[in-house]
C-alpha cells in the first residue's frame, strides 16, 4: 500500500531556500515526482525522478532552482528549493507512479500537500 506524507513547507523570504520532504512507503519502484498548486490555479508538475534516482527532469521555470533526490532506503522523495521566488508560492504536493498521457503528467498516488509561502 503506498502511502505519502509531505512536511517542511513554510515561509520563507524571496532567494531563500527550503527542503520540502516526502515520507513514502511502497514506493521504492515507481518514478516519483512534485506537483503545485498556486493560489487560484490548476496543480502543475514541477519535476519528477526516476526509481532509482539516477533520471531526472524538471519544468523549465524551476530548472536551475530546484532539485528532486530520493532515499529509497529511508522511503523519502526529497525537493531542495533554492532561489526561491514569489510566483513559487503554492501547495506543493508529492506523487508516486508518475505516468505521462499524451505529454501530460500525472501520478496515480498522491499526499496531501504542504504550503509554500515565498514573501517578495
Known amino acids: 500500500q503506498v502511502q505519502l506524507e509531505e512536511s517542511g513547507g513554510g515561509l520563507v523570504q524571496a532567494g531563500g531556500s527550503l527542503r520540502l520532504s516526502c515520507a513514502a512507503s511502497?514506493?521504492?519502484?515507481?518514478?516519483m515526482g512534485w506537483f503545485r498548486q498556486p493560489p487560484g490555479k490548476e496543480r502543475e508538475f514541477v519535476g519528477s525522478?526516476?526509481?532509482?534516482?539516477?533520471?531526472?527532469y524538471y519544468v523549465d521555470s524551476v530548472k536551475g532552482r530546484f532539485t528532486i533526490s530520493r532515499d529509497n532506503a529511508e522511503g523519502t522523495l526529497y525537493l531542495e528549493m533554492d532561489r526561491l521566488k514569489p510566483e513559487d508560492t503554492a501547495v506543493y504536493y508529492c506523487?508516486?507512479?508518475?505516468?505521462?498521457?499524451?505529454?501530460?503528467?500525472?501520478?496515480?498516488?498522491w499526499g496531501q500537500g504542504t504550503q509554500v509561502t515565498v514573501s517578495s
Open positions: 506523487a508516486a507512479d508518475i505516468r505521462w498521457n499524451r505529454g501530460t503528467p500525472t501520478g496515480n498516488y
Open positions: 511502497g514506493t521504492n519502484t515507481y518514478p
Open positions: 525522478i526516476s526509481w532509482d534516482g539516477t533520471s531526472t
